[in-house]
């Protein structure tokens, strides 16, 4: 039996939990909020081009001006951040789980996902630079075991919703922008600007063709090292050291509700890169692998 473990890509950042026999799959969804599914297209996986679009600017700048009245480069604080979420994720037997995640960055190089299961365990996955590791933390330490190379880059895909959610990756000198067909996003054709950065998968955001706010995210990301289509949907906004960000979202992988988050914490904060690296191996037998059981 496989118990208990969260998955290192969309078990990671779709929380794909509990204890199954089966082959670990995204679940054929119960619902579990009030978002209206569909089946997203993949991101093209394309170069960028030499330049940003200017009608992609101008709907960047729109975007921006909206979530921080006029004030953009607010944004740039949440570079360092900590989020801490919760609500529930659809678990491996396709039963919702109660979960607190707690999310802390530095872009663009540290990442680290804290995750409490309701009734199972909390779980650590964390990256720095080069080198990445997971850990069991409750109900009984484990070793920390390191992420091979294609666990690493899935990891890191995963994490292009969060860190596009905090709207800073936009001002990035290395962000180029594109305009993309509008979709329709909660009976609303929403415009689209895609998104390159070498830090982030392939990724399109949708803005409210009225508020020009934010209101859903889709990006490629990964699930048992395969492609899978992601989706943030934006269901609240609230002010956080001068800028609108997610305070409320659902989270999608192939037209699948995986997840319905509250955020219950979204400020820029410091960290320690000590914080990201895996905790010292203890001695003799049982230190970190180079590689996931």
């Known amino acids: 039996m496989k118990c208990a473990r969260l998955g290192v890509l969309l078990g990671l950042l779709g929380g794909i939990v509990g204890c199954t026999d089966a082959p670990r799959t995204i679940a054929s969804a119960k619902k579990i909020g009030d978002t209206e599914l569909t089946v997203p297209t993949e991101v093209p996986v394309q170069a960028a081009p030499a330049q940003s679009e200017p009608a992609a600017k101008a709907l960047v700048a729109e975007l921006l001006a909206a979530h921080t009245k006029g004030k953009p480069d607010a944004v740039r604080a949440f570079r360092s951040f900590e989020n801490v979420r919760s609500g529930l994720v659809l678990s491996n037997n396709q039963e919702p789980i109660h979960q607190t995640w707690t ?11 804290r995750a409490e299961i309701a009734g199972l365990n909390t779980v650590a996955l964390a990256w720095n630079g080069d080198k990445a590791y997971r850990q069991l933390l409750t109900p009984q330490p484990g070793p920390a075991f390191d992420l091979d190379a294609a666990e690493l880059k899935s990891f890191k895909a995963d994490a292009t919703g969060e860190w596009l959610l905090l709207l800073f990756p936009l001002l990035e000198p290395e962000t180029v922008v594109a305009t993309h067909p509008a979709k329709s996003v909660r009976d609303k054709a929403c415009p ?11 990724a399109v955001l949708y803005l409210d063709p009225a508020t020009k706010e934010l209101v859903q995210i889709t990006f490629n990301g990964r699930e048992s090292l395969q492609l899978v289509v992601k989706e943030f949907v934006v269901l609240e906004l609230k002010e956080t050291n001068g800028v609108r960000l997610p305070s ?10 995986l997840a319905d988050w509250t955020f219950t914490r979204l400020e820029p904060k410091a960290h320690p890169a000590n914080l990201f690296d895996a905790p010292p191996a203890p001695a003799g037998p049982g230190g970190p692998r180079k590689q996931t059981p």
């Open 103 to 113: 999310i802390q960055g530095d872009w663009p190089g540290r990442y680290r996902v």
């Open 192 to 202: 689209g600007v895609r998104v390159w950065h070498p830090s982030l998968s392939e």
């Open 248 to 257: 409320k979202l659902a989270q999608n992988a192939s037209g699948r509700q």
